[in-house]
């Protein structure tokens, strides 16, 4: 059973940085694609970032390119999303998902695994 616990969302101030944290379990995720996604009430989940655990390549959304950054700590099966700027727009829950999809994907449709989403609020 894989489980996907996020942690680490909060209140910021537009401009500051956050990281979450996304520590998963219950199988060896190698060749798994483990993104992060984000909704903000009333909108689509969108994704922001993900990454081929194995390979460590990586991929982002054209919004938060040059912002965010996903990494993968292998001994700690963990994924992190660093996230830098942030913008009042971008207060949302964040969740972390991931499934064995032989490549990335940014339709939250691939993704089987979900975990229970963390609140990020951004204040102007």
Excluded at 93 to 116: E, I, K, M, N, T
Aim: with cysteine.
């Amino acid at each position: 059973q894989v489980q996907l616990v996020e942690s680490g969302g909060g209140l910021v101030q537009a401009g500051d940085s956050l990281r979450l944290s996304c520590a998963a379990s219950g199988r060896t995720f190698s060749n798994y694609a483990m993104a992060w996604f984000r909704q903000a009430p009333g909108k689509e989940r969108e994704c922001v970032a993900g990454i081929i655990w194995s390979a460590g390549t990586s991929y982002y959304a054209d919004s938060v390119k040059g912002r965010f950054t996903i990494s993968r700590d292998n001994a700690k099966n963990t994924v992190y999303l660093q996230m830098n700027s942030l913008k009042p727009a971008e207060p949302a829950v964040y969740y972390c998902a991931c499934d064995f999809l032989g490549g990335g994907s940014y339709d939250p449709r691939d993704y089987r695994y979900w975990g229970q989403g963390t609140q990020t609020t951004v204040s102007s």
